[in-house]
Nanobody
């Protein structure tokens, strides 16, 4: 059974940084793409960043240049978030999926998420 556990969220002031981690178990994650999503209250869950099994990363326009996704090609993926803005406030989820034609497709297994709040 695939399990994903996110950690590292918290309260940070605008302009600050956080590092999110996602630990996966129950599968060989090396062959899959991984993604980070976020969902603010009342909004849909949106893809923030994804990374293929070969390490090719892609970002939403809203976070380009501020967020960096990395993986250890085993079962850990991280999201380094710098220059945080209040609009980055959301619950962040990691996901295992596949990348086809440059597009990330999530599998329907989600962790519990980790809350990120950016506020002064």
């Amino acid at each position: 059974q695939v399990q994903l556990v996110e950690s590292g969220g918290g309260l940070v002031q605008p302009g600050g940084s956080l590092r999110l981690s996602c630990a996966g178990s129950g599968s060989d994650f090396r062959w899959y793409s991984m993604g980070w999503y976020r969902q603010a209250p009342g909004d849909q869950r949106d893809l923030v960043a994804s990374i293929t099994s070969s390490g090719s990363a892609k970002y939403a326009d809203s976070v380009k240049g501020r967020f960096t996704i990395t993986r250890d090609n085993a079962s850990m993926v991280t999201l380094q978030m710098n220059s945080l803005k209040p609009e980055d406030t959301a619950v962040y989820y990691c996901n295992r999926g596949v990348t086809l034609g440059g597009t990330y497709y999530p599998h329907q297994t989600w962790g519990q998420g980790t809350q990120v709040t950016v506020s002064s």
